[in-house]
Structures are given as structure tokens and as C-alpha cells.
């Protein structure tokens, strides 16, 4: 379990939680992230990034499309 302050920022979670589980899913693993705290304290936010900051989508994206590739590439013949 990982607890982040209040000045953690969204890359700073992201990297420490929650690309190792994005590539235990694309392995096959069934998981979770679940954000716990008091009502109004920013998780969906943390979670999900604001109009203007998509940290999480935008990095899971280049996460995934570089593990495809490369496993496209590492084959051998």
C-alpha cells in the first residue's frame, strides 16, 4: 500500500502506482486501484486529471502503445 501527501503530484502517483499495474494488466492480471480519503479531497481528480490536465489517460496510452510495440518488435524469426 502506498499513502501520497498532499503536495504529490500526478506524475509522481502515476509512476509509483499505477504503471506497474497497467503492465500486470496487459500481462493478464486482474487489478484494482482503489482511492480511499474524505469527500472533496481530490481523488477523482488524481484519478482521472482536470479539463486541462490529463496526466494519467495521456501517460496509460503511451505506456500501452510502447509495450505493444515493442513486443511487436522483440520476436524473433
Known sequence: MQVFGPKAQQRSIYDQAIAPIVEEVLEGFNCTVFAYGQTGTGK???M???????????STMLL???LFLSSIFS???
Not at 48 to 58: A, F, H, L, Q, Y
Open 44 to 46: 477523482t481528480f488524481t
Open 48 to 58: 482521472e486529471g482536470g479539463k486541462r490536465n490529463k496526466v494519467m489517460e495521456e
Open 64 to 66: 500501452i502503445f510502447g
Open 75 to 77: 520476436f524473433s524469426f
